[in-house]
């Protein structure tokens, strides 16, 4: 694929990657992209790099537009590997191009590479780079995605290339917002979006609301939002604007995740009168099996619920380990404005259901309690307690989810 042209004179010339399927960790079944931009002005302008692997992809893209070796200006707005991984090789071949960086960009990248024949510039917010008829404005956005972020606005094309920021992980052959939805659906695009968020960006709303509301003070006119990954939004802008302002803001659906694991089968029978509890109380439900589901859709699943039922046996007198894996991602990510219960089965310990709680309140997450164990296996009655459960604990969940609406 050669370079794409996003504005006037304004290229992408990333990469596609259509066989990711790990991404640190994180599950990426459509795989993802690694966007980057070429400026042609008088002084011609890179900003980002692609993955070390794509490294000639981005070349190729780049030389189909202008020869590389004259481009003048490389912005790195966010140092990660997914973005900088080219700029060693980028920098051979265009050795007198200044960079553009903040200071902390500075310091990753002098890790990264030998740097001590480049040019590098660091910048702050608000700072300006005047290359021809363009002028780029730098705007800080630290841990957005990590301490070095920073995303670049271009006035005179109302453009914000956002880095990580309103990206999604997946591959396509379309490249804009309207193209995605035209050959897909907009539910596609947005659950793709909130799944990047959920895994990525879950533990910095406050700072997520923050930047945008600075942003909207700065008074910037955008009417193109250009993320490093996925999909460019053309058509729709302000919807990723308000995607993200909601999700920072705690809003979600009225829904209820279960997310379980088992090992002989107790805890997934209870899933299942627990589930027609919540259903006959007209609240939407998912189960989802922990081995059985990659864990950045656990993950998701549980950033679209306003609150999620955890079902651990108990194994050695400890939680299950599938089910410690998602509390430990589920910890890292730092959720809120999410509620939380526990359930399973037990042989002649007990002890998932307390280790879970407590969990929950070291995340400062609200919990509905007590949960409900089943020694064994389930009895008929046991089943009726997990009906009955399911239907208390939507009940309190119905009230939480109030205070969002
Ligand atoms: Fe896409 Fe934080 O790198």
Redesign the pocket.
């Known amino acids: 694929m050669k370079g794409i042209e996003i504005k006037p004179d304004i290229y992408w010339t990333g990469a596609i990657d259509w066989a990711v399927r790990d991404f640190h960790g994180y599950v990426t079944p459509s795989g993802t992209t690694y966007n980057n931009y070429l400026i042609i002005d008088k002084e011609p302008t890179l900003i980002d790099t692609v993955k070390y692997d794509f490294t000639e992809v981005g070349i190729e893209n780049i030389n189909s537009i202008i020869k590389l070796s004259k481009i003048k200006n490389i912005v790195i707005n ?1 140092i ?1 590997n ?2 900088m991984g080219a700029l060693g090789r980028i920098m051979e071949l265009a050795p007198e191009a200044a960079i553009y960086t903040t200071a902390k960009g500075k310091q990753g990248m002098d890790r990264f590479f030998d740097t001590s024949k480049w040019k590098i510039n660091t910048v702050k917010t608000g700072e300006v780079l005047t290359i021809g008829k363009y002028t780029l404005t730098f705007i800080e956005s630290p841990m957005l ?2 301490p070095d972020s920073m995303m670049t606005y271009i006035k005179e094309a109302g453009l914000l290339i956002s880095q ?1 920021a309103f ?1 999604q992980h997946c591959a396509s052959t379309a490249r804009f917002d309207d193209e995605f939805i035209e050959q897909n659906s907009l539910s596609e695009l947005e659950d793709s979006t909130v799944d990047y968020y959920a895994n ?1 960006l879950m533990p910095f709303g406050k700072l997520i609301k923050a930047k945008i509301t600075e942003i909207q003070k700065l008074g910037l006119s955008i009417d193109m939002i250009a993320p ?2 996925g999909i460019i939004w053309r058509k729709h802008p302000q919807k990723a604007i308000d995607m993200y302002l909601d999700m920072a803001s705690g809003k979600t659906n009225k829904k209820i995740t279960i997310i379980y694991d088992t090992m002989w089968h107790s805890t997934e029978v209870m899933t299942h009168p627990i589930m027609l509890g919540i259903r006959d109380e007209g609240i939407d439900c998912k189960v989802i099996k922990l081995r059985a589901t990659p864990m950045s859709v656990a993950i998701k699943e549980f950033w679209k619920s306003r609150a999620c039922l955890v079902g651990s046996p108990t194994l050695n007198n400890e939680v299950f380990p599938s089910v410690a894996e998602f509390i430990t991602h589920l910890r890292g990510l730092r959720p809120k404005d999410r509620i939380t219960g526990a359930f399973g089965s037990f042989g002649w310990g007990g002890g998932a259901i307390k280790w879970l709680y407590e969990e929950f309140k070291k995340m400062k997450l609200e919990t509905i309690e007590p949960g409900i164990g089943v020694q064994y296996r389930p009895s008929t009655e046991d089943m009726d307690r997990c009906y009955q459960f399911g239907r208390d604990f939507a009940k309190e969940v119905v009230k939480y989810h109030s205070n969002y609406e």
Do not use: L, R, T
């Open positions: 966010h990660e997914d973005h995605h990590w990580d990206g990525i490093d990954h």
